[in-house]
């Protein structure tokens, strides 16, 4: 079984408790002081865990916190989950990731996707359209630069002429690009372009179908789809018998919130792997501004099915079987709490 790790960072403790939101996902990236990351980062390392990577979404900007997570590890691969396609020019991310190769010598991943039309344009103010084809592209080109091969590029989106290329002393010629896929249309796409994908909130007994869905883009360029990560996102929710009431709920509430504030791109998955009864459900409490009813329409299956709830030897477990289901590299969000009692709890979940 391989792991990895999703954590970030906010600037002192103190504003750490202050913007916390319980449920969703600034609950784990604005959890904890960057020092208080970073020696969380390094018992991970020195774990056995393959990767460590980092979320952006409308929050700090992912790129110094790469550079400083390079700085402090040795071996552990570093990346981001993830950027999105359409804030930098695939130009601008080449530079950034070729300085971060430098200082890493040579382990990071880009994690990208389109993210949503709510961030990109309420936040960014950019026109979110050809999300799909834009990530094609946007591939592409960041690739060419890597390797350092001249920018002549003609596609839809991008027309780039005059033979640029990114010039600096190469670890290597390729960083591995892990896209954010769930659609029918992106996995096929991914089976292409990718080297790997990290769906979030894919059910466990399905898991098997993200390689089946790659196997048609893969085909068209003679493709072996086993050579594409699959790298899903696992939140953990650890029952210890005295709360466990409240640990449910919580679990529910990243489903909600996924279903109802975050795009389409979610719900529809949701529903077409086996939850439209709950997703219609969620859906209509939410519009009745029932937040409560919204969040109870989660089932305890589909939590069981898309989190990683249990004991934690139950949750071990299930790591295990997601694994053998297709996972590939699960991510796991970082425990929370004092390096000391987070170290405990991702031995326990490794060895």
Same mark, same amino acid.
């Given at each position: ?9 906010v ?20 959890s ?13 390392e ?12 409308w929050?700090l900007?992912?790129i110094?916190?790469l550079s400083?997570?390079?700085e402090h590890?040795?071996?552990i ?5 993830? +950027? ?18 430098i200082?890493s ?16 344009? #309420? ?19 960041? #690739? ?5 091969e001249?920018?002549?590029?003609e ?20 960083v ?10 992106s996995?096929? $796409? ?8 990290m ?5 466990s007994?399905?898991m098997y ?5 790659m196997?048609?883009?893969?085909k068209? +360029?003679?493709?072996?789809v ?7 996102h696992s939140?953990l929710?650890?029952l210890d018998g ?5 640990i ?18 979610y719900?529809?998955?949701?529903t ?14 939410? #519009? #009745? ?11 305890n299956?589909?939590v ?5 709830i249990g004991?934690?030897? $139950?949750?071990?477990?299930?790591? $295990? ?8 590299v699960?991510i796991i969000?970082?425990?929370k ?9 991702l031995?326990?979940?490794i060895?």
């Amino acid at each position: 079984m391989r792991l990895g790790i999703l954590t970030g960072m906010v600037s002192t403790e103190k504003k750490a408790l202050a913007t916390s939101v319980p449920g969703s996902r600034s609950d784990v990236v604005m959890s904890e002081s960057w020092e208080t990351s970073i020696e969380k980062i390094q018992i991970a390392e020195s774990l056995g865990y393959e990767c460590v990577v980092v979320p952006e979404s409308w929050q700090l900007s992912a790129i110094p916190w790469l550079s400083l997570i390079a700085e402090h590890t040795n071996k552990i691969q570093i990346g981001t989950s993830i +950027i999105n396609s359409f804030s930098r020019s695939p130009a601008a991310l080449a530079q950034d990731f070729a300085t971060l190769e430098i200082i890493s010598e040579g382990r990071m991943i880009l994690g990208i996707g389109s993210s949503s039309s709510a961030v990109v344009e #309420n936040y960014h103010g950019i026109p979110f359209k050809k999300p799909l084809r834009r990530l094609k592209e946007y591939t592409e080109i960041f #690739n060419m630069l890597i390797s350092g091969e001249k920018l002549f590029y003609e596609g839809e989106i991008y027309q780039l002429t005059q033979g640029f290329s990114l010039r600096y002393d190469r670890p290597r010629d390729h960083v591995p690009v892990w896209i954010a896929s769930l659609t029918p249309k992106s996995l096929e $796409q991914s089976g292409e372009i990718a080297d790997g994908i990290m769906p979030v909130h894919w059910p466990s007994s399905r898991m098997y179908e993200l390689k089946d869905q790659m196997k048609i883009g893969a085909k068209k +360029i003679n493709r072996d789809v086993n050579e594409i990560t699959v790298a899903p996102h696992s939140h953990l929710f650890i029952l210890d018998g005295n709360n466990d009431d409240a640990i449910w709920d919580e679990a529910r509430k990243p489903l909600e919130m996924y279903i109802n504030r975050m795009g389409n791109f979610y719900h529809e998955m949701m529903t077409r792997t086996g939850w439209a009864k709950e997703v219609a459900e969620s859906q209509e409490a939410f #519009n #009745n501004k029932d937040m409560d009813k919204a969040v109870q329409a989660i089932s305890n299956d589909m939590v069981e099915e898309i989190q990683v709830i249990g004991t934690v030897e $139950q949750i071990r477990d299930r790591l $295990q079987e997601r694994s053998k289901n297709g996972a590939d590299v699960q991510i796991i969000y970082m425990p929370k709490g004092a390096p000391k009692e987070a170290g405990k709890l991702l031995e326990k979940l490794i060895s």
